[in-house]
């Protein structure tokens, strides 16, 4: 998270967003399909997986506090938190399904919907929030 936080200052917010999603679903497209490769493969790839997963967290509330309304930031920052949590506790449950359905190792490509429309989220936001539509 810290950095996030310091590449967001040097890059902006959503630019780091984007970049954090787009490696995070890249790691959910190639982690299944590793299974049998190198040890040290697999370990660098969920590590970097590890890595950039979490990187979008702190820069989804720095931009929602930037943008609330004054007086509004805290219950802002509540729903987001609230709409997070719900979409992992979603996703955690349909994951038995999913394997179900497409095998353990596709499982993990099923993951990489969640940043694809995290990134077509936050580049169309960024282009509203400079004044273009």
Known sequence: CVWGGW??????R??????AMAVSGLCCLAIGP??????????????????????????FSALVTEVAPEG?????LTLQTC??????SVTVQAVPSVTEAVGWRWT????????????????????????GE
């Open 7 to 12: 590449a967001a200052d040097r890059i902006g």
């Open 14 to 19: 959503e630019r780091l967003v984007v970049w």
């Open 34 to 59: 590793l299974f049998g490769a190198s040890f040290a493969l697999v370990a660098a790839v969920t590590l970097v997986w590890g890595f950039f997963v979490v990187a979008d967290s702190a820069q």
């Open 72 to 76: 509004a930031a805290g219950t802002a």
């Open 83 to 88: 709409v997070g949590f719900l979409l992992a």
């Open 108 to 131: 993990f490509a099923v993951l990489a919907l969640g940043p694809a429309a995290g990134i077509l989220a936050i580049r169309r936001f960024a282009r509203l929030r400079a004044g």
